[in-house]
């Protein structure tokens, strides 16, 4: 299992490269700071994030767009949309499915291989 940096403000990765970049989401009022890295090879990170209702079935979803740079790959500032079917729509809602999301993404990314544009993930909420 890689060795993996959750949640950082200074990238690892970038950092290792010799460059101090800074990762933030751009809507920080709701989105979380949400970012992984291996500090070789890539990192992603939660750009942006919001919860809407289910346009396809009752209850809400979580709707998030991670950045990424994946060295292996040549991929510098690309993205990837994550829908996230949440079980309950109560404050607080979907800060564990992100930080899954990112789980799964960083995992895939550690295998050298590209993120699709969008992604939808099965609920991981209980309810």
């Known amino acids: 299992m890689l060795e993996m940096f959750k949640n950082f403000l200074t990238c690892p990765h970038c950092a290792a490269k010799g460059k101090g970049k800074s990762v933030r989401p751009a809507t920080a009022h709701r989105s979380p700071l949400i970012s992984r890295s291996d500090a070789k090879t890539f990192h992603i990170y939660l750009e942006e994030s919001f919860i809407r209702p289910s346009p396809t079935r009752g209850g809400s979803e979580v709707v998030a767009l991670f950045r990424y740079d994946l060295d292996s790959a040549g991929v510098n500032g690309e993205s990837t949309l ?25 995992e895939i990314l550690g295998s050298g291989r590209n993120l699709p544009r969008q992604h939808v993930l099965r609920s991981q909420a209980r309810g």
């Open 82 to 106: 994550v829908v996230i079917p949440l079980a309950s729509g109560e404050a607080g809602a979907g800060l564990s499915e992100l930080e899954g999301a990112a789980d799964e993404l960083a």
